[in-house]
């Protein structure tokens, strides 16, 4: 097996698409897409969800090649996200072999999904709508550090805005991202989608101002006993937004599009000067893909 080199600039950004059900992180994946060939670019769109039934763009690689999600939930006799928790696992014990695309690069044939990646502006990941089911599993961690210690990995977290609108909503979701942050330990951006819907800019003044997010959840009466406990998060990750990108975008008419590239260059930057460096020390990963590398 030949040594896998340590990711560089002139790879694109590995852009790993995260976010609750429902937020829009699908459809986002066809309007980056989308924007990228419009502008004579062009995005390698991968699929991590197993249980899908359609897709509105064509994947490069689709987990759905791999492993029958309707097949597995027969077999092991499982509910829906046991399925998908299941078929991921299955993949991520063949992800290696994607790696070794990239090891192998003297015969042309074996070339071919290298010289894709290269040519791309960016790679995509669409993970499964149950959030959990990726970031808070076995196979979700192999993946990401597989991901992130062969290419320039970001999160983007996807949030729904309309439902953020309320404080409590959106702290919830400010909370899970930043856990994501914590357990992946790579550069995020926060997208802000459906603003066609409605605008973010009241969410990023909360994320900017800790007085005016104060003086909202004091008004909302309706929850009282939680107005102390929303105050207390809302200190706590008042340092957390200080340093996080934040982006308002439109899965449906495109809005925002340029301003989200940019931002994922801008953490695509921070990759290289802050977490790779951990992720090259982090020779005790568990991941024996990652390990094999750091070993090389």
Do not use: H
């Amino acid at each position: 097996m030949s040594e896998i080199k340590d990711p560089t600039p002139d790879q694109p950004a590995c852009c790993i698409v995260i976010g609750m059900a429902g937020s829009g992180k699908t459809t986002l994946m066809k309007k980056i897409s989308n924007y990228m060939t419009y502008n004579g670019k062009n995005a390698y769109v991968v699929n991590l969800d197993p249980a899908v039934s359609s897709l509105p763009y064509v994947p490069n690689i689709d987990i759905r090649d791999t492993v029958d999600y309707k097949g597995v939930m027969k077999d092991f006799n499982l509910g829906p996200n046991g399925s998908i928790m299941t078929s991921l696992n299955l993949f991520a014990t063949r992800f290696d072999q994607v790696l070794d695309f990239i090891d192998k690069r003297s015969s042309e044939n074996e070339f071919v999904f290298l010289f894709v990646i290269l040519i791309s502006s960016v790679v995509l990941i669409d993970t499964p709508g149950q959030i959990e089911v990726f970031t808070w599993s076995a196979s979700g961690s192999i993946i990401t550090e597989s991901l992130s210690s062969s290419l320039p990995t970001v999160l983007l977290y996807v949030v729904d805005t309309p439902r953020s609108s309320q404080p409590i909503t959106f702290m919830s979701n400010m909370l899970y991202a930043c856990s994501i942050m914590y357990r992946m330990r790579l550069p995020m951006v926060i997208v802000f989608n459906k603003v066609d819907i409605q605008d973010c800019s009241t969410i990023e003044d909360w994320m900017r101002d800790y007085e005016a997010f104060q003086n909202v959840v004091s008004e909302d009466r309706s929850d009282s006993f939680m107005i102390p406990l929303t105050r207390s998060m809302g200190l706590v990750l008042d340092e957390f937004y200080n340093t996080m990108r934040t982006v308002g975008v439109s899965s449906v008419t495109g809005e925002g599009m340029g301003d989200l590239e940019a931002a994922i260059q801008d953490a695509k930057e921070e990759y290289f000067s802050v977490f790779l460096p951990m992720i090259q020390v982090g020779g005790e990963c568990k991941n024996p893909i990652t390990r094999r590398k750091i070993a090389a």
